[in-house]
C-alpha cells in the first residue's frame, strides 16, 4: 500500500518551500514507516532549500523528529508498531572500518530507507538528511528509530534528533568538556544553547555564551552560561581570555560554522586547548591560519558531526535526564506550529526570534 501524506518539500534552490501530497511506500526489509507527531526547524533544513547542502532537488525537509513506529518489514526485530521512536541520521551499519575499530559514532555507512518516497508525479524525492520528517509518515532505515521512554513530550524529544543533540555532544562528547572546565560557545541558536546545556550537565565551572543577538545571551543565562559576551560591541576572543583568568577556555565550540568565528575559536583557547567546529560552513567559505599558530598553540582542532553521538547510548540517557528535570529540553521549543508555517519559521529563525519553532502533526 502507498501511503497519501501532507508533506514540506523545496522544490528549487532558494525558492519558499511548499506544502504537497507525497507519496511513501509501506516499509521493505529492513525498514520502518513512522507516524510523525514532532518535527524541530533546524537551520541544515534552511541549507538545504537555499542549496547549500547539494542540488539534489526536489527535497522533503524536516529531519527533527519523534513520532510511533506505525508497521515494520521484513527482518526488523529493534521496533515494533506502536514504539515511540527518535529518528536519528546515523543508523551505524556495524561492520565499517570504523564500527569494527569500535568507534561506531563516526559511522562511515550509516543507512536510510532504500525505496524512495515520492511526488504525486512519481518524482523521488531527497529526503532531509536521509529522513524527510515534516510530513504525516515518514519512510526510513529501521536503524534510524531509536526507541525512548514514551512519557516524554514528542515536540521536546525529537529536538535529540539533530541540533540539540548535535549542539550538547559537540561540548560534551567531541569537546569533552567536565567538571571544572571552562568552555566558550559561540553562536547560541539551539545547537549552541544545547552546547551550553550539555556544559551544564557536565559539571563544568565557567560556560561563556557568545552571540551577537542580545535576545540570545539572555536566554543562555537561562541555560546555565555563567557569562555572557555581545560579540557585535566586544572582541570575542579578549573577552572569553579576561572572564578564563587571561588563559582562554579549556574548549570553544563554534556552532556558527564561518571563517571568523572559527578563528575566534582558534584563539579563544588555552594552549592545548579544543576547539570544536559544529556549525556547518557553506562550500564558498575558506579559512587562513598562520601555520606556526596552529603548530604552537597546540591542542585539539576537531569537527563534531552529530555531536559524536551514539543514538541508542545517548537519546535513551538524554530523554532520562530531561523526565528527571536535570536537563531542559523542553525550554529548547519556543513555538509549535503546524506544516503550513515552516517557511515562515525559516524567517523567524533567520531574524534570531526563535531557538525551535517545531511542527507537531
Ligand atoms: N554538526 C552537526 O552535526 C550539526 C547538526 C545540526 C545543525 N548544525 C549546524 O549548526 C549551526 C547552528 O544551527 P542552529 O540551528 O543553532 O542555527 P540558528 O540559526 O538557530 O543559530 C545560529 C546562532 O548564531 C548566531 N550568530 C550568527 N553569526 C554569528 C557570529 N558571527 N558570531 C556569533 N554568533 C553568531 C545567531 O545570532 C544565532 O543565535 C548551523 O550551521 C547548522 O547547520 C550542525
Ligand atoms: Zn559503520
Ligand atoms: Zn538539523
Redesign the pocket.
Known amino acids: 500500500m502507498t501511503h497519501e501524506v501532507r508533506a514540506v518539500v523545496a522544490r528549487q534552490k532558494g525558492a519558499p518551500v511548499s506544502v504537497e501530497t507525497i507519496l511513501v511506500p509501506d516499509p521493505g526489509p529492513g525498514e520502518a514507516l513512522v507516524r510523525v507527531q514532532a518535527c524541530g526547524v533546524?537551520?541544515?533544513d534552511l541549507?538545504y532549500r537555499e542549496g547549500g547542502i547539494n542540488d539534489a532537488f526536489p527535497f522533503l525537509l524536516g529531519h527533527e523528529a519523534a513520532g510511533i513506529v506505525e508497521s515494520v518489514g521484513e527482518g526488523v526485530t529493534d521496533v515494533a508498531p506502536g514504539d515511540f521512536v527518535v529518528l536519528n541520521w546515523r543508523a551505524v551499519c556495524g561492520t565499517c572500518r570504523a564500527c569494527s575499530k569500535g568507534k561506531p559514532w563516526y559511522c562511515f555507512a550509516t543507512h536510510n530507507a532504500t525505496q524512495p518516497m515520492t511526488l504525486a508525479d512519481g518524482t523521488p524525492l531527497s529526503p532531509a538528511l536521509g529522513i524527510g520528517a515534516f510530513a504525516e509518515k515518514t519512510l526510513v532505515a529501521a536503524g534510524q528509530c531509536t526507541k525512548v521512554d514514551s512519557t516524554a513530550s514528542p515536540a521536546a524529544a525529537g529536538l535529540l534528533g539533530?541540533?540539540v543533540m548535535?549542539g550538547f555532544g559537540a561540548a560534551v562528547n567531541t569537546g569533552g568538556v567536565g567538571r571544572g572546565d571552562s568552555i566558550a560557545v559561540?553562536?547560541?541558536?539551539?545547537?549552541?544553547m544545547a552546547a551550553i546545556a550539555g556544559a551544564k550537565v557536565a559539571g563544568a565551572s565557567r560556560i561563556i555564551a557568545?552571540?551577537?543577538?542580545e535576545r540570545?545571551l539572555k536566554w543562555a543565562e537561562q541555560f546555565g552560561a555563567t557569562d555572557t559576551v555581545d560579540?557585535s560591541r566586544t572582541d570575542a576572543v579578549e573577552a572569553i581570555r579576561e572572564l578564563t583568568g587571561g588563559f582562554g577556555a579549556d574548549v570553544v565550540v563554534d556552532?556558527?560554522?564561518?571563517p571568523?568565528?572559527f578563528k575566534q575559536a582558534f584563539y579563544a583557547r588555552d594552549l592545548a586547548g579544543t576547539a570544536v567546529l559544529?556549525?556547518?560552513p557553506t562550500p564558498d567559505l575558506t579559512l587562513d591560519l598562520p601555520l606556526l599558530d596552529v603548530f604552537g598553540r597546540g591542542g585539539a582542532l576537531k569537527s563534531?558531526?552529530?555531536?559524536d553521538c551514539l543514538p541508542s547510548r545517548d537519546f535513551p540517557a538524554l530523554i532520562d535526564l530531561y523526565l528527571q528535570g536535570r536537563f531542559d529540553l523542553g525550554d529548547f521549543v519556543t513555538e509549535t506550529i503546524t506544516l503550513d508555517d515552516v517557511e515562515a519559521a525559516f524567517a523567524k529563525?533567520h531574524h534570531?526570534d526563535v531557538l525551535r519553532s517545531v511542527v507537531v502533526l
Not at 559561540?186 to 549552541?192: F, R
Not at 557568545?210 to 543577538?213: I, M, T
Not at 556552532?255 to 564561518?258: P, S
Not at 563534531?304 to 555531536?307: A, M
Open positions: 533546524c537551520h541544515t541549507h539533530c541540533g548535535a559561540i553562536g547560541c541558536g539551539g545547537v549552541g557568545v552571540d551577537v543577538d540570545k560579540s556552532a556558527v560554522g564561518r571568523e568565528t559544529v556549525g556547518v563534531s558531526w552529530y555531536g529563525m534570531g
